[in-house]
T-cell receptor, first 113, second 109 residues
């Protein structure tokens, strides 16, 4: 059963802590993406990766970091430098990043206490 | 700057009352326009991709159309289960989608 999984579904963080959000896909897609969604706003791109061991910053990369050591995994770390991290985080993947559809995971809701 | 604007922000219809959602875009070199459906607390679900003006695609009660400046998502005889937020996105440069803020659709029984 192919798809994208994200964990955890809900995450609570104290101020000053780093947290890592997991994203795994078994679709054999080359490209993976991280978006942030805030109420009333469109999805905004944080980071994306076209191939293993390579990734690029999106529009709002400050305070975030990623790695792409395996094709199927693209974890996102929200660092203490991110000033307003409370949001819904979405991971996506696509087979051909130049023209193809991005498919999304179920999301992780991060709340800073 | 690439931009996507969706209207209306929210739409409430009675079951069976057909209507359309609008997605206006400004982009240099459109490579594709995407429609997604998003239920509360869940990830977006892919609906359609449109690549060129004049193209149309249908799925059950939904039909998406594309012109050079906008796309419409027509919903015919909607049911309560069609209630969701509908997202529009455009792909201009490589790898990057630009999303609108969405239209929240409510279908009352």
């Amino acid at each position: 059963d192919g798809g994208i999984t994200q964990s955890p579904k809900y995450l609570f963080r104290k101020e000053g802590q780093n947290v890592t959000l997991s994203c795994e896909q078994n679709l054999n897609h080359d490209a993976m993406y991280w978006y942030r969604q805030d109420p009333g706003q469109g999805l905004r791109l944080i980071y994306y990766s076209q191939i293993v061991n390579d990734f690029q910053k999106g529009d709002i990369a400050e305070g975030y970091s990623v790695s792409r050591e395996k094709k199927e995994s693209f974890p996102l770390t929200v660092t203490s430098a991110q000033k307003n991290p409370t949001a819904f985080y979405l991971c996506a993947s696509s087979d051909d990043p130049s023209t193809d559809t991005q498919y999304f995971g179920p999301g992780t809701r991060l709340t800073v206490l | 700057e690439d931009q996507v604007t969706q209207s209306p922000e929210a739409l409430r219809l009675q079951e069976g009352e057909s209507s359309s959602l609008n997605c206006s875009y400004t982009v240099s070199g459109l490579r594709g326009l995407f429609w997604y459906r998003q239920d509360p607390g869940k990830g977006p679900e892919f609906l359609f991709t449109l690549y060129s003006a004049g193209e149309e695609k249908e799925k059950e009660r939904l039909k998406a159309t594309l012109t050079k400046k906008e796309s419409f998502l027509h919903i015919t005889a909607p049911k309560p289960e069609d209630s969701a937020t509908y997202l529009c996105a455009v792909q201009a440069g490589a790898q990057k989608l630009v999303f609108g803020q969405g239209t929240r659709l409510t279908i009352n029984p």
